[in-house]
Nanobody, 118 residues
Framework: QVQLEESGGGLVQAGGSLRLSCAAS????????MAWFRQAPGKEREFVAT????????SYADSVKGRFTISRDNAKNTIYLQMNSLKPEDTADYYC???????????WGQGTQVTVSS
């Protein structure tokens, strides 16, 4: 079983950038397809981006396409979410999620807060 811990959130002005990290422990990250989700106050959790275990394929929500980039470094057991051109509507708690390639079981981190001021 993998444990996931997000970091890198904070307060940033609109148009700025942040890079979120999700560090895995307890198991090797290459065993998992990984994703970022976010949940804004009063809204449901929504998909942001995903990356396959090999790092060869990514996909994004339309709302972040062209602004956010998901990547992974399996050697460091870490995935990243580079967020550029941030907008106030990007304000949310961001969660890292892993899905085990072999079992389909999913695991979540505790989240990191991102606030974008206008």
């Amino acid at each position: 079983q993998v444990q996931l811990e997000e970091s890198g959130g904070g307060l940033v002005q609109a148009g700025g950038s942040l890079r979120l990290s999700c560090a895995a422990s307890g198991n090797m990250l290459y065993l998992y397809n990984m994703a970022w989700f976010r949940q804004a106050p009063g809204k449901e959790r929504e998909f942001v981006a995903t990356i396959l275990w090999s790092g060869g394929s990514t996909s994004y929500a339309d709302s972040v396409k062209g602004r956010f980039t998901i990547s992974r470094d399996n050697a460091k057991n870490t995935i990243y979410l580079q967020m550029n051109s941030l907008k106030p509507e990007d304000t949310a708690d961001y969660y890292c999620m892993g899905v085990a390639v072999t079992t389909g079981n999913d695991f979540w981190g505790q989240g990191t807060q991102v606030t974008v001021s206008s």
